[in-house]
């Protein structure tokens, strides 16, 4: 069954050297040299103690800051890649290492209320004269640039990932070939020429598996999470038992049961990673019909036309303190009325430039933004509201509105 073993991401890989490389080399452990992780095991750690990643459990899948504890996260969402990578690359003789390490990295860069918030801030990136902003890219930047980690004299330094890892947190975005995903051989610079999703396919088989997990895990949970919230009714879901002949009893379990098997049996290094006809239009039904019943669904456009107001609100009073040379000046002033936000942010400017707060030797990372340009700090300020939680974005609004 392992049809890929050949190509596995290893020593043998001609890929190998571009695969492990790191922008700047990783500080060696206290003590002595770490020989039991692999390079990319050494990244999967590093992944999941930054705060990127354990804010993920507050960021909206589908639906918005739920108070049910049985409806997904982006953190269970992630898991769930994590899981369903890790199958198909074992069975297909792949390096589950770093499909793991690209799972839990591949949704860092998504935003607070999932795609709705992703093109709420694309929409204010444009009349900023910004480049595009999505998911995938704003992830790769997180992990060059914004999560930082304490070494062991406690300065903060970035997580330097491997490109392997790397590409595959920005190429998991965008449709892949119903043909057959295969991988690029173009060894390219990620962040000069990867400028949209999908532009490019990912540079290692391990990055395509995780591309393909990615679209198979979201299916049959959103169904299970939009009965649970009242969006569909078990008549719909009946209704939809009733299109689909290859798999009894739709739920998530089962979809990514026969959705993995049928991609396993189907897919080799000549015509790539691949599922049948039957599966593909079993897939493509099913997401149609979370497309019409789930996604489209009126009652996520009040909260929408929320999301959009105050994620604009935010924008746009940070915006408003910039003056160039006294923009640090104009945001100290901001904490009279709006303590928490204002302080926040200027202790997250802090970490990636050049401002009187930052204590040099605490810091040991690379300097992102320039204040003196507008445009830097206007995607500052859109970086950091990609960060926040559902509930922290929200408080941050209901701050705004509080002293009124």
């Not at 040299?33 to 095991?41: A, I, P, Q, V, Y």
């Not at 639906?63 to 369903?84: G, K, M, Q, W, Y």
């Not at 003789?93 to 998504?110: M, W, Y």
């Not at 604009?312 to 408003?320: A, D, I, M, Y």
């Amino acid at each position: 069954m392992k049809k890929f073993e050949r190509f596995r991401m290893s020593e043998k890989n001609p890929k190998w050297e571009n695969a492990i490389f790191r922008r700047k080399r990783l500080y060696s452990p206290k003590f002595g040299t770490d020989t039991m992780r692999s390079e990319f095991d050494r990244d999967y750690t590093r992944i999941i103690n930054c705060n990127a990643y354990k804010r993920l459990k507050g960021k909206t899948q589908v639906f918005f800051a739920p108070d049910n504890d049985h409806v997904c996260t982006r953190l269970e969402h992630v898991n769930l890649v994590e899981s369903i990578s890790y199958t198909i690359a074992n069975a297909l003789g792949l390096n589950s290492e770093l499909t793991k390490a690209i799972s839990v990295g591949h949704d860092l860069g998504h935003t607070p209320f999932g795609h709705q918030g992703e093109k709420i801030l694309n929409d204010i990136a444009k009349k900023e004269g910004l480049e595009k902003f999505w998911h995938g890219r704003n992830g790769l930047d997180f992990v060059d640039n914004y999560e930082l980690l304490k070494d062991y004299e406690g300065v903060k330094r970035n997580l330097s990932l491997t490109y392997a890892v790397r590409d595959g947190i920005i190429g998991h975005c965008g449709a892949f070939d119903s043909n057959g995903l295969k991988p690029r051989e173009e060894y390219i610079n990620l962040e000069n020429d990867f400028t949209l999703p999908a532009k490019y396919m990912p540079y290692t088989w391990e990055a395509c598996v995780v591309k393909i997990a990615d679209n198979i895990s979201y299916i049959g949970r959103d169904i299970e999470d939009a009965l649970t919230q009242g969006v569909l009714r078990e008549r719909d879901v009946e209704k939809l038992d009733k299109m689909i002949d290859e798999i009894k009893n739709i739920n998530s379990t089962n979809i990514i049961n026969y959705l993995v098997v049928d991609l396993c049996n189907n897919s080799n290094p000549d015509v790539g990673l691949r599922f049948s006809p039957q599966a593909l239009d079993t897939m493509n039904k099913l997401i149609e019909f979370n497309n019409q019943k789930i996604y489209k669904h009126d009652i996520l456009k009040p909260m929408i036309r929320y999301c959009t107001l105050f994620m604009n609100e935010l924008f746009s009073l940070l915006k408003g303190a910039y003056d160039g040379e006294n923009t640090i000046k104009n945001l100290r002033k901001m904490k009279k009325f709006y303590p928490e936000l204002a302080s926040e942010f200027i202790g997250w400017l802090a970490n990636f430039s050049e401002i009187e707060e930052r204590n040099s030797e605490q810091y040991k990372n690379r300097i992102v933004f320039d204040l003196s340009k507008e445009q830097d700090y206007a995607k500052a300020i859109l970086t950091y509201l990609s960060g926040m939680t559902d509930k922290y974005i929200v408080k941050m609004y209901n701050s705004l509105i509080e002293i009124l």
